[in-house]
């Protein structure tokens, strides 16, 4: 398990610093990385090649994606499994559509036109030659139980994900987590060497977990049956930290998953008293879409900070 000794809690940003600059491409890590960040986090699929893509959706984006003459695609868009690398870079997303709700969302994203669906390869070239210091890369595997012909099989999808993270000597600097715990259990069963985290919802507006049936997401691992608690059934499937939004967190549930020995890492806080309340609350680590906020908020407090890095 993941030892939470240290006095500080750690910040990860979200599809790199998504408030700030396109999610999940070059632009988006460059900026987080020249903000300060513990570690990088971002979404993966598989592709038609078996090649590991940073990439949220299953489905090209619409809100995101322009096609090599400039236009926006239309829905509905292909799945990033039907599609190989020469396609997937073909596409631009290094900006957002005007007046989608993405773009109404993020309002201080500054578009980064030419950028291109990265590959975990392309990332982990970039990512080598970060000095001094090289953030963790937080990846989250994407997959819907109810969807599951969109993602390989799970041993297959956990295989080739871990293969990379192999080949890329990215070993022990990868965390990966999941709302589909089944991705999660057979990750510990191929590489017990690299920390998960369970991400879980219980009261957002699309929950993982399920009061009184069985979730399909928890692979098993249902709080009801685990004393009604999320951290409880974490510990259970040998989590070694909790990932659950930020407004299923009270005091007295973070306290009691540190003391089961779990880290506290809920997302995805971007507004200023979330932040000081989860800190407040004892947190091991925060994501956000605006690393730079959480950074001022560290430092009013006196909490240390990563390193900006010259990238």
């Known amino acids: 398990m993941l030892t939470h000794s240290h006095s500080r809690c750690v910040i990860h940003g979200h599809r790199g610093a998504r408030g700030l600059a396109p999610e999940n491409t070059l632009k988006g890590f460059t900026r987080a990385c020249q903000i300060g960040v513990d570690g990088l986090e971002l979404d993966v699929l598989i592709n038609a090649e078996e090649r590991v893509v940073i990439h949220h959706d299953h489905r090209l984006n619409p809100d995101l994606t322009r096609n090599n003459r400039g236009f926006w695609v239309d829905t509905p868009t292909p799945l990033i499994k039907d ?111 690299i920390p998960t985290g369970f991400l879980s919802a219980e009261h957002d507006d699309d929950p993982t977990v399920w009061r009184e049936t069985p979730s399909p997401w928890l692979a098993g691992f249902d709080p009801f049956c685990h004393n009604g608690k999320v951290a409880d059934a974490v510990a259970a499937a040998g989590g070694d930290y909790w990932g659950p939004w930020y407004g299923d967190l009270c005091q007295e549930s973070v306290t009691h998953a540190r003391n089961l020995g779990l880290g506290v890492h809920p997302w995805t806080l971007n507004e200023s008293a979330d932040i000081k309340k989860t800190l407040e609350w004892g947190v091991t680590g925060i994501t956000t879409d605006y690393p730079d906020l959480a950074r001022e908020i560290f430092h009013a407090n006196q909490i240390a900070v990563p390193d900006a890095l010259d990238c």
Do not use: M
């Not at 982990?124 to 990846?139: G, Q």
């Not at 709302?179 to 069963?189: A, Q, Y």
């Open 83 to 193: 599609l190989d690398t020469v396609d997937l870079k073909s596409y631009d997303i290094g900006q957002v559509k005007p007046g989608s709700k993405t773009h109404q969302a993020f309002p201080r994203q500054y578009p980064s036109d030419g950028e291109s669906i990265l590959l975990l390869s392309d990332l982990a070239e970039w990512w080598k030659n970060l000095k001094p210091v090289r953030p963790i890369i937080n990846i989250e595997l994407k997959s819907d139980p109810e969807c599951p012909d969109h993602t390989p099989p799970v041993k297959d999808y956990v295989g080739i994900v871990i293969d990379e993270i192999k080949r890329f000597a990215l070993i022990e600097h990868a965390w990966i987590q999941a709302f589909d715990w089944s991705l999660l259990i057979e990750t510990k069963r191929q590489c017990k060497d």
